[in-house]
């Protein structure tokens, strides 16, 4: 068993001395003031950044805003032109209607007349036939 241990502690050996770069010590509080420093850059950075973000979401803001109005004045413009054509649409309906009752009014005043005319030619020709029968 403590052949084994030894083993691993030989191979723990070699892979640390293959990656002794990653292992290097470090001054804690030289780390800790870097990064102090790092913090108070980036804190004037940030406090920059999210201005010149503020400045740049408002300018988008107006412009969403002037598109949304002109948006809406073409959806008003489009809403009038439905309602005009809806309009326009009664008026042909009511037209047609009217058409169509004064075709089939004279559709049959038609049938009518041609009643009456073959009525009276019918009655011509047995007329004529009752003359011609009594002159042969």
């Given at each position: 068993m403590d052949e084994f241990f030894m083993e691993k502690l030989k191979e723990r050996d070699?892979?640390?001395?293959?990656?002794?770069e990653l292992f290097q010590e470090v001054d804690g509080d030289a780390l800790w003031k870097q990064q102090q420093n790092n913090v108070q850059t980036a804190g004037k950075d940030v406090t920059e950044n999210n201005r010149l973000i503020i400045s740049k979401l408002?300018?988008?803001?107006?412009?969403?805003?002037v598109e949304l109005k002109r948006l809406?004045?073409?959806i008003n413009v489009q809403d009038k032109n439905n309602e005009k054509l809806n309009d326009e649409?009664?008026?042909?309906?009511?037209e047609n209607n009217i058409l169509q009752e004064k075709l089939s009014s004279l559709n049959k005043e038609h049938n009518k007349l041609v009643q009456r005319w073959l009525a009276k030619v019918q009655h011509?020709?047995?007329t004529m036939n009752a003359h011609f029968e009594r002159d042969s």
């Open positions: 070699v892979i640390e001395s293959r990656f002794s408002r300018d988008e803001l107006m412009e969403k805003e809406q004045e073409v649409l009664i008026t042909v309906n009511i011509e020709v047995d």
